[in-house]
């Protein structure tokens, strides 16, 4: 069974940062393509951010460019968000995924996990 476990979220002032981590089990984590997401309250569901599988190219929405890094580690088979300069709009639960791609010009994905709270705030 498919385990994708985020961490790593807290309360944080604006301009602060946050590095969360999603562990995985259950899948060939190395070969698969994984990203994070995020959802606030009365807001649609947002890719943040992806990794390729295979030569470890990164993809960022614009809001986040800058300012998150997206990276992995399948010795480990973890994955990470450093979050620098966060801003109370990234105010969300944030959540690991596997098996994204694009589908009409939406992030989606196959399997998601339970998400970790991040709220920007003074």
């Known amino acids: 069974d498919v385990q994708l476990q985020a961490s790593g979220g807290g309360l944080v002032q604006p301009g602060g940062s946050l590095r969360l981590s999603c562990t995985a089990s259950?899948?060939?984590?190395?070969?698969?393509?994984i990203g994070w997401f995020r959802q606030a309250p009365g807001k649609e569901r947002e890719g943040v951010a992806c990794?390729?599988?295979?030569?470890?190219?990164?993809y960022y929405v614009d809001s986040v460019k800058g300012r998150f890094t997206i990276s992995r580690n399948n010795a480990k088979n973890t994955l990470y968000l450093q979050m620098n300069s966060l801003k109370p709009e990234d105010t969300a639960v944030y959540y690991c995924?596997?098996?994204?791609?694009?589908?009409?010009?939406?992030?989606?994905?196959?399997?998601r996990g339970q998400g970790t709270q991040v709220t920007v705030s003074s």
């Open positions: 990794i390729s599988n295979t030569d470890g190219r990164t």
């Open positions: 995924a596997k098996g994204v791609f694009m589908f009409r010009g939406t992030w989606m994905f196959d399997r």
């Open positions: 259950g899948l060939s984590f190395a070969d698969a393509i």
